[in-house]
């Protein structure tokens, strides 16, 4: 894991940390990313921003041949933003409202809904490969952002 500090604002820190793709990924990005807002003081997001970054993590385990996810958290007073990168540019995540008996296809449902905030974006470099999804939360636990 590494620590950046956004030298324009110094309320921000920003954290980095890369699993393994795999069955653990999810788990083990979730406990990380929980135990980094409860040690950040952002223990009210922490349980959403568990669920969130499993299901993303999962997306990635699922549906992408990346062999490393990268996970990048920005903490400031007023909210938290994760991101989540894969090797997948040409394929957007979807919001799929999944039927009752379906056991899954409900990830970016669940993100959708619980996030103040989130998107896809890719890099800038023009050679880079991949997106990154990322969720913001607020701290103040506002409603989502009318789209």
Do not use: C
């Not at 393994?20 to 950040?40: C, E, K, S």
């Not at 979807?94 to 409900?106: D, F, K, N």
């Not at 619980?114 to 506002?142: H, I, N, T, Y």
Request: aromatic letters at 6%; proline letters at 5%; a positive charge.
């Amino acid at each position: 894991m590494s620590t950046v500090e956004d030298n324009k604002n110094a309320l921000r820190k920003s954290f980095r940390f890369s699993v393994p793709n795999g069955r653990t990924a999810p788990q083990i990005a979730r406990d990380m990313v929980a135990y980094l807002l409860i040690l950040t003081g952002h223990s009210r997001t922490s349980d959403s921003a568990r669920l969130l970054v499993s299901e993303i993590v999962t997306n990635v385990y699922q549906h992408t041949s990346t062999p490393i996810v990268h996970i990048d958290i920005s903490v400031r007073p007023e909210s938290v933003t994760v991101a989540v990168w894969d090797n997948r540019p040409e394929e957007r995540p979807r919001v799929l409202y999944a039927h009752a008996e379906q056991l899954g296809g409900r990830g970016m449902q669940l993100v959708a809904q619980e996030a103040a905030q989130w998107g896809v974006s890719w890099p800038a470099e023009r050679d880079a490969r991949g997106k990154r999804v990322w969720f913001s939360l607020r701290e103040d636990g506002a409603e989502r952002a009318a789209a």
